[in-house]
């Protein structure tokens, strides 16, 4: 407290140092939250459209696949079933199949025997036509063999391309006898169906639609459930035996769990999911970047800048105050210490230490206000040294300095610390002795005088004798201070005139002449 800057210096650099932590924990946790709820308005935003994408690309798709049921009960393709080898109506179905593709949105379509034969094609005039050609191993025609509308994701064996194959069953009763196909490219149903920024994948985790054409083909990771197919099986469906995943792995940061980092963009994503309704193992996914992560770094610095700068301008601000107010009250102490003093300097001899005439006379009228109320007993007694003036002109007043010093030492060291001495005039004092009766009071003056009078004190090398003479008396009650003061004067006057050495106790009030009862004149 002696150094008040240096104190606050010293505090503020503590915290600076130790509210660092603080600091930065706090600024993390906040811009965290906050991050929190970006990330999940973004999570809810997205899901929301996903889950759109998701549904109307199920219907879309689940009313492609009807295509096919409805046409395998069209009569051309029936009959010409019925009769494969009747130039005439193959003809008749090549015509007609030519003219579905721009009435319903498709590619193309064709019919297939029990056999995977194909014999009508849409595109039948093309040098690329399928008539001919056998797809028994495509698994949307096993399917449709048993008499199941069918859906597969597959590579064209003649062009290559992707597209969805929609595949009903051509019954004569009871019995199968053929299938018709349906295709729809990819481009299309990427073109007419998809939200930008979202991409499918089907039941075998193979991405099929996308807007980014460098994601077609991907797996969704290298554990893909299309690893379970035999490499035949891939190649035939897939075109192609191994696959490269999606550039996208898990990136947990200190400020977020659960983001992923996606080749090509600086900002963490998140990846979000949903089923495609009415089409097995098909799901929509959408990654979104979320730009405001790039920012997040300098906002938690600035955060923890304002966070430390307000903590120091705090700390700075009440460490002041507690100095401030610790020095006041410091202060404080030293002026009741300092106002102590000069009460007690006020009221004390500065010679000798006993209590100057006026704390005398109050303390003695306290203590009269307070025996009256509980009927005690109170003594006084006025004592004046014998022969002062002579030390005084023989010795210096030094000497007389040291004799009144020795004699008050004297006598406080065999009183009482209820009991109070006082300086009332030059070397005369008054000795108050409260819960005193006369005869005790009177034994103790009597064992003082003699004591005293028996060590001089020494000056110099030289003893000098000392005696007192002395007037006591008790207190009555219907006595005023005054009076009582007067009263043993009086007999402190009898005590000098009749030869000093002595003790004399006052009258009653209203008796005769007060008498000696101790001691003897000197020699």
Not at 238 to 246: A, D, G, K, L, S
Request: aromatic letters at 8%; a neutral charge.
């Amino acid at each position: 407290m002696n150094h008040p800057v240096r104190t606050v210096v010293l505090l503020v650099v503590c915290f600076a140092i130790v509210g660092s932590v603080l600091a930065w924990f706090a600024a993390t946790t906040l811009v965290r939250a906050d991050f929190a709820r970006v990330v999940k308005t973004a999570q809810t935003v997205r899901s929301q459209d996903l889950h759109r994408a998701a549904v109307a690309l199920g219907q879309s798709l689940h009313a492609m696949q009807q295509a096919p049921a409805w046409l395998g009960k069209v009569g051309q393709l029936r009959e010409l079933l019925a009769d494969p080898d009747d130039a005439m109506r193959v003809d008749e179905a090549n015509r007609w199949l030519t003219e579905l593709p721009g009435k319903l949105s498709l590619d193309l379509v064709w019919v297939m025997d029990a056999t995977g034969r194909v014999l009508a094609s849409s595109n039948y005039r093309s040098e690329l036509n399928l008539i001919g050609d056998r797809y028994d191993f495509r698994s949307y025609f096993r399917e449709a063999m048993m008499g199941h509308n069918a859906m597969q994701y597959a590579r064209g064996v003649r062009t290559g391309e992707p597209g969805f194959y929609f595949a009903g069953p051509i019954r004569a009763g009871s019995r199968v006898v053929g299938v018709v196909v349906a295709k729809v490219n990819v481009e299309r149903v990427a073109t007419e169906m998809m939200t930008p920024g979202l991409f499918v994948s089907d039941r075998n985790g193979v991405i099929v639609l996308s807007d980014q054409p460098l994601l077609r083909g991907r797996t969704l990771s290298d554990e893909a459930p299309v690893y379970a197919l035999s490499a035949n099986e891939r190649v035939q469906r897939y075109r192609q035996q191994n696959f490269i995943p999606m550039p996208i792995t898990r990136r947990d940061t200190e400020l977020f769990h659960g983001l992923y980092a996606l080749e090509g963009e600086s900002a963490p994503v998140i990846l979000l999911s949903s089923l495609v309704p009415n089409i097995k193992g098909m799901h929509v996914h959408a990654v979104t970047p979320l730009r405001s992560y790039v920012h997040l770094e300098s906002r938690r610095w600035l955060v923890f800048a304002l966070i430390e700068t307000a903590g120091i301008l705090l700390i700075a601000f009440v460490s002041a105050l507690l100095v401030f107010v610790s020095r006041t009250s410091s202060l404080r102490l030293q002026l009741m210490d300092a106002n102590a003093e000069l009460q007690r300097q006020a009221e004390t001899d500065f010679l000798t230490g006993a209590a100057m005439r006026r704390k005398f006379e109050q303390v003695l009228q306290t203590e009269m206000l307070r025996h009256r109320r509980y009927r005690r007993t109170l003594c006084l007694a006025l004592i004046d040294l014998d022969h002062f003036k002579r030390i005084n002109d023989e010795h210096g007043h030094l000497a007389g300095d040291e004799v009144l010093r020795q004699f008050v030492l004297g006598l406080q060291a065999r009183v009482r610390g209820s009991d109070l001495l006082g300086r009332v005039g030059g070397e005369e004092f008054a000795l108050l002795l409260p819960e005193t009766d006369p005869d005790q009071a009177l034994a103790l003056l009597e064992r003082l005088r003699s004591e005293i009078a028996q060590r001089p004190v020494i000056w110099n090398g030289r003893q000098l004798r000392l005696t007192f003479s002395a007037g006591l008396g008790d207190w009555h009650r219907t006595e005023s201070m005054e009076a009582l003061i007067a009263r043993i004067d009086l007999a402190l006057y009898v005590a000098k005139q009749g030869g000093r050495n002595q003790i004399v106790m006052a009258e009653a009030p209203g008796e005769n002449e007060p008498s000696p009862v101790s001691g003897k004149s000197p020699a």
